[in-house]
């Protein structure tokens, strides 16, 4: 099975390449301003906003399947024009797509969010993310959206978040709650998926909730780093436009997929 990777050189992207070589796939990768870290797979510079360039090189690659990763959290063409471009193209050829979104895109409460819930986005990221999934679905709806969280993992931006507040260069908020996944287990579930016929919106999130702040306090017994430094607020006193409570409820993909998907104390316990 061939499988193109869209954003190969990103933090899930490089370590889905490094899964699908592993599972016995033939791995295409591609790049933008970064490159494909991961021996064994071609790598293909792309840019997705450009939508000749995206149907070219997905006519030339002919993959079984494609994961969609690509965004930029300020950039709606990469986020939301990309995504219906990748998804255009991967119709064209008959491929199987894995698109990835985000819990961004609702706008936060206190009782979890199902599968099938619709996007209720508050701010330009999330408006980015829920218009990607409406284009994906319009264009292919046979195709499965993979709604994930915060990504934990060697690397991850948000374990360098919490390193950052508790070393007094960042600020983690009390009141926003996520359910986190590690990085391995997040692109298990999407090679999984891809080598599946799951139709419609996937949440494939972590089973507990904790909020940043909370995720910073685990970080810091995890690395043996000092609690006491860790600088918190809520995200209504930094007057910040972000979801605040959104947590995943991912019920059925524990129930669909083999790979099982750890909670957070697990992860860093
Ligand atoms: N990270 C999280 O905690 C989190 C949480 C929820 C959902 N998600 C979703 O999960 C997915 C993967 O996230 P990630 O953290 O792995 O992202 P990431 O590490 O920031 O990687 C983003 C990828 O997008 C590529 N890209 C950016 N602009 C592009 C363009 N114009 N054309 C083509 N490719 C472009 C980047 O390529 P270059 O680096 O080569 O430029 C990179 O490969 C995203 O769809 C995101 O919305 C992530």
Request: with cysteine.
């Amino acid at each position: 099975m061939r499988v193109l990777v869209v954003g190969g050189s990103g933090f899930l992207g490089s370590e889905v390449c490094r899964r699908g070589l592993r599972a016995g796939f033939s791995v295409v990768g591609t790049f933008h301003s970064g490159s494909i870290g991961v021996p064994g797979v071609a790598g293909r510079r792309l840019d997705v906003t450009d939508r000749a360039a995206v149907r070219a090189l997905v006519a030339q690659v002919r993959p079984d399947a494609v994961v969609a990763t690509p965004y930029r959290y300020d950039d709606w063409t990469v986020t939301a024009d990309g995504a219906a471009h990748v998804a255009l193209a991967a119709a064209e050829v008959g491929a199987r797509l894995v698109h990835l979104s985000s819990d961004a895109l609702h706008g936060g409460r206190p009782t979890p969010y199902a599968d099938d819930d619709p996007p209720s986005p508050v701010n330009a990221y999330g408006a980015a993310k829920a218009a990607a999934e409406t284009a994906v679905r319009a264009i292919d709806p046979g195709a499965a959206l993979v709604r994930t969280s915060l990504i934990l993992g060697e690397g991850s931006k948000q374990i360098e978040l919490c390193r950052d507040a508790l070393a007094g260069r960042a600020v983690l908020f009390t009141d926003e709650f996520r359910c986190p996944i590690d990085v391995g287990d997040l692109a298990d579930a999407v090679l999984e998926l891809a080598r599946s016929s799951y139709a419609g919106v996937l949440n494939v999130a972590g089973p507990e909730a904790v909020s940043r702040a909370e995720l910073g306090l685990l970080v810091a017994e995890r690395f043996g780093l000092d609690p006491a430094g860790l600088k918190t607020t809520t995200a209504a006193a930094a007057g910040v436009v972000r979801p605040s409570d959104v947590r995943l409820d991912s019920a059925r993909a524990a129930d669909l997929l083999r790979t099982r998907l750890r909670g957070v104390r697990e992860l860093l316990g």
